[in-house]
């Protein structure tokens, strides 16, 4: 009988500390410390204070994945660590840990391309999983995080390329934008998600670009919206409080119409039919529920990743790791980490 493989993944680039174990692609723990009250404050990720919070947390939230996943550091195989791209100061920490534990233990040591570790996320095996079904190669990944909107046409494990990307702002970066014209706290994707469940999402229109191939812009849309915001304002005082939700709802539907509109286009002109949907944006619950209806109109099969692995974790980071482990495929100890990182 084959010994299990055990991979450790750190997880560090932005406003997560995060270390999960894998044996073999299955998921034994994943354990995520997040910094949402820290950056709350100033409305935004402050890198300063993200690197010092990775410091203090990064030895309790790893002790404890070895805790959940119930075996000893001795019997790591490999660590795999984000790289990039992210915040310089919060990568080093995450980057600088995972050398001294490979030096120390005498394991390899695996760089990860967090956009990757995202995409890979589908890859991820869980007690809890309903499916065994995970997309075919090749297959075209919308990758939406508070740092990157991507098409992703992926030839296989460690084969990606981008096809499309953001011209400007993120999607998340839309949702964070939006939010905070609106007075809600940081991270506001999330919130804008919640209130438009209650919204009307035709209540309030907004212009979408017209960008070619497969690219997006997200500017234009955050100054109109913030022009009709401020135009509403000064014509009610409570206008934001009376509509909140419809406001959310239109705003919610209509970052999601430009991200499926060049989904279409991607499927019609690739011919690739199976489509996943990955990063934090992806736990937004209009586009997952919007991507499923590709099924119908176009006759694709849709992937959309538990919430546990949209948003920023290091399951997805180890999974990467042991696909790359498996292929021998390892990184040195004057590994650099990178602010920016194509594939
Ligand atoms: O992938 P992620 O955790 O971090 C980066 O790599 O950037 O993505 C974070 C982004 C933030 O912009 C956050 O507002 C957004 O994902 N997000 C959401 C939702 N949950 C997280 N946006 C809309 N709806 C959600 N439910
Ligand atoms: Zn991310």
């Known amino acids: 009988m084959k010994s299990p493989v055990y991979i450790l993944g750190i997880e560090s680039s932005c406003d997560e500390t995060s270390a999960a174990v894998l044996c073999g692609e299955e998921e034994i723990s994943n354990v995520i410390a997040n910094q949402n009250l820290i950056h709350r404050y100033f409305g935004g990720v402050v890198p300063e204070l993200a690197s010092r919070a990775h410091q203090q947390k990064i030895i309790p939230v790893v002790d404890e994945a070895l805790k959940q996943a119930n075996i000893t550091k001795n019997q790591i195989n490999a660590i795999a660590v984000t790289s990039g791209p992210g915040l310089m100061g919060a990568l080093l920490v995450g980057v600088s840990f995972a050398k001294a534990m490979s030096l120390g233990l005498k394991i390899p040591l695996i760089d990860v391309n967090h956009m990757q570790g995202h995409v890979l996320a589908h890859f991820i095996r869980n007690k809890s999983n309903i499916s065994d079904e995970v997309p075919a190669f090749p297959f075209l990944c919308l990758t939406v995080s508070g740092g990157h909107t991507q098409i992703v046409l992926v030839k296989d494990y460690l084969d990606m390329q981008i096809i499309g990307e953001t011209l400007d702002d993120a999607a998340g970066e839309a949702f964070d934008k939006a939010a905070k014209i609106l007075g809600l706290p940081y991270p506001g994707g999330p919130l804008i998600d919640k209130h438009a469940a209650d919204g009307k999402h035709d209540r309030f229109p907004f212009p979408k670009p017209s960008i070619a191939g ?130």
């Open 214 to 343: 497969f690219d997006y812009s997200f500017s234009g849309l955050k100054t109109s919206f913030l022009n009709f915001i401020r135009n509403s304002e000064n014509a009610d005082q409570e206008f934001i409080s009376k509509n909140l939700n419809d406001i959310c709802a239109s705003i919610q539907h209509t970052i999601i119409e430009i991200l499926l509109n060049k989904i279409r286009l991607a499927v019609k002109e690739t011919g690739i039919k199976d489509v996943a949907i990955a990063g934090g944006v992806s736990a937004n619950s209009g586009l997952r529920k919007r991507i499923t209806d590709l099924k119908k109109e176009l006759g694709c099969r849709t992937f959309i990743p538990p919430f546990q692995y949209c948003t920023d974790n290091a399951a997805m980071i180890a999974i990467t790791g042991y696909f790359k482990h498996m292929r021998g495929e390892y990184s040195t100890l004057d590994l650099v980490p990178k602010a920016r990182m194509p594939f």
